[in-house]
């Protein structure tokens, strides 16, 4: 125990002060006691916890409040499948939101990532393992930003299979997230690398649809990989929901699928699939309504192809190093939840860093077409081990940027297992 005391301090004892001194002096202490008190008490303590004004502009959201009010809901002709015709989207919405007064604040950047796989395990024996780390790699991106995530394994519509099987997926995602502005659907084998860069939302007021791609390939080429449907934004609205249901018509559940495969591959020079629908409705309907709306971005990666990328992986690793070195505040150690603070600050150092190919930025979205991580049946033009090396460094390149706020890294991109201590201030 610590004892504290002073030379020149001594305890008076009751010998020496007469008692008529002692009463006054205590009944003296005790008003003063009162008085503060009372006095503090009056005050507002801005820390209680019934203090929160509700009508803040971001509150949290009211998770067990629905009314008794009839929406959409409980229209029994209403429903998820793409055979269920839907109108008045619109409305229907704004409905929702006044009546879910708590999700209303900031609806219109709200995003929902939806992504999936296959019901049945993977023939790879590498397959399932991969699965979970992109899995786990999106989770990380929406804990960090506060998205919310919908991971689906299953067919919501049989005769929509393989990469046909996300426009039902999306579509139920609108109809069961009414507080999402923007659907954001990422294939399987999609991993963020960089995990502070945030979607530009404001440049896309004046669209509902944006996916990668280079615009001269598609409009000019004819070309079916101008573009990838492995990464795109849906903003949640009739149009999208009207555009959905053409997608679909062209797809197998639908009556006209030959007629469209015949079309698709005199016009692209392929078979018929998603990307080559969506390429024919970029490419065709692009003076149309559809077109007015649709948009192929070409200012970063919202989907990039692992070939150009991964090689420039450990380059990227050590510029954005420098910049630490000589930024002190991007040193500096922080929770996790306000991580979106340092990549703001981060962005002065970044301006001459380029975007896409050739940049030293931390590319947005690493896309690994081709490798089919879960079936094994990769493109001739790659190898097996190839793919999974690749995966290896992008899914830890990823988590290097996630790991740094629990203190640790991966000190060698190819190996997913080791991880050291990072000592302070690092890399100072």
Known sequence: MVIFSHANWRKPTIRTLDRPSIFLAGALSALLILWTFFFFSTLENPYKPDTCKCNQPDPAFNLQFDPPV????????????????????????RTWLKLHPSFEPKSHDRV??????????????TGDHFLLRFYRNKVDYCRIHDYDIFYNNVLLDPKMPSCWAKIPTVRAAMVAHPEAEWIWWLDE????????????????????????????EVYEKKSWLGLNAGSFLIRNCQWSLDFLDKWADMGPRSSNFDKWARVLLDEFKHESDDQTALGYLLLKEHQQWFGKKMLIETGYYLEGYWVAIVDTLNNITERYLEIETTAGMLRRRHAEKVSER???????????????????????????????????????????????????????????????????????????????????????
């Open 189 to 216: 084998d999609a991993a963020f690398t960089d995990m502070e860069f945030k979607i530009p939302f404001h440049r896309y007021k004046d669209y509902n649809f944006i996916v990668h791609g280079w615009p001269k």
């Open 342 to 428: 340092y990549g703001v600050l981060r962005e002065p150092s970044l301006k001459d860093a380029g975007n896409e190919f050739g940049s030293w930025r931390r590319p947005f979205v690493t896309h690994f077409a081709g490798c089919q991580p879960c079936n094994g049946k990769h493109n001739p033009l790659f190898t097996g081990k190839g793919c999974r090396n690749a995966m290896n460094m992008a899914l830890n390149f990823a988590d290097n940027q996630v790991l740094r706020n629990y203190g640790f890294v991966h000190r060698n991109l190819s190996d997913p297992s080791v991880v050291s201590p990072l000592p302070f201030d690092y890399p100072a």
């Open 112 to 125: 929902l990532i939806v992504t999936g796989s296959r019901s049945t395990p993977c023939k790879s024996p």
């Open 70 to 93: 009839s929406t959409f809901y409980d229209d029994p002709y209403f429903g998820y499948t793409v055979d269920k015709t839907i109108t008045n989207w619109d409305q229907k919405r």
